[in-house]
T-cell receptor
Framework: GQNIDQPTEMTATEGAIVQINCTYQTSGFNGLFWYQQHAGEAPTFLSYNVLDGLEEKGRFSSFLSRSKGYSYLLLKELQMKDSASYLCALNTGGFKTIFGAGTRLFVKA | GAGVSQSPSNKVTEKGKDVELRCDPISGHTALYWYRQSLGQGLEFLIYFQGNSAPDKSGLPSDRFSAERTGGSVSTLTIQRTQQEDSAVYLC?????????????FGQGTRLTVV
């Protein structure tokens, strides 16, 4: 089976940096996704990590350590529009994707 | 179409009635997923179709839930004898099986309310 843990909520200030952590246990692992979901909308893809290390994409970066079962999403220069839920998801093999409960991020002025 | 299409967008049904939710995936995508999301919660995996392989039904919460995918394209999720706890947003997603970056593209979901 799989288990994915993320903080339920986080609050950060506009212009700041925030790190959202995700720890997981799984018997099969192909890679780890991060998705963003604004309230009332469908999730949208942010990143996909297969190998250990940091992947940078504009203001967003994602880190993976397979040996530690750990990932984080780093958001820089926070904007109000970044207020959303951030979902960590595992590609468990056979292209099946399992999602965590998500972290609700509130960005305040 | 250009994206994943789901219908209806909203459905209100009486307890005990059957409902059918439809998903039209992105053309050429062989993988199709159904998820359920209750208010303020994460995505709960329901069922996964990959090409012509037998579907992974391990997430279906009870035998009242079933899904099929005809011709490797359109999928229908059926909930029989609906209960109030079935009220949620049902999301469908599709992805290509080619390559390692199997990003899933989501539809806008069907909001089901059982009264």
């Amino acid at each position: 089976g799989q288990n994915i843990d993320q903080p339920t909520e986080m609050t950060a200030t506009e212009g700041a940096i925030v790190q959202i952590n995700c720890t997981y246990q799984t018997s099969g692992f192909n890679g780890l996704f991060w998705y963003q979901q604004h309230a009332g909308e469908a999730p949208t893809f942010l990143s996909y990590n297969v190998l250990d290390g940091l992947e940078e994409k504009g203001r967003f970066s994602s880190f993976l350590s397979r040996s530690k079962g750990y990932s984080y999403l780093l958001l820089k220069e926070l904007q109000m529009k970044d207020s959303a839920s951030y979902l960590c998801a595992l590609n468990t093999g056979g292209f099946k994707t399992i999602f965590g409960a998500g972290t609700r991020l509130f960005v305040k002025a | 179409g250009a994206g994943v299409s789901q219908s209806p967008s909203n459905k209100v049904t009486e307890k005990g009635k059957d409902v059918e939710l439809r998903c039209d995936p992105i053309s050429g995508h062989t993988a199709l997923y159904w998820y359920r999301q209750s208010l303020g919660q994460g995505l709960e995996f329901l069922i996964y179709f990959q090409g012509n392989s037998a579907p992974d039904k391990s997430g279906l919460p009870s035998d009242r839930f079933s899904a099929e995918r005809t011709g490797g394209s359109v999928s229908t999720l059926t909930i029989q004898r609906t209960q109030q706890e079935d009220s949620a947003v049902y999301l469908c997603a599709s992805s290509t099986s080619r390559g390692m970056n199997t990003e899933a593209f989501f539809g806008q979901g069907t909001r089901l309310t059982v009264v």
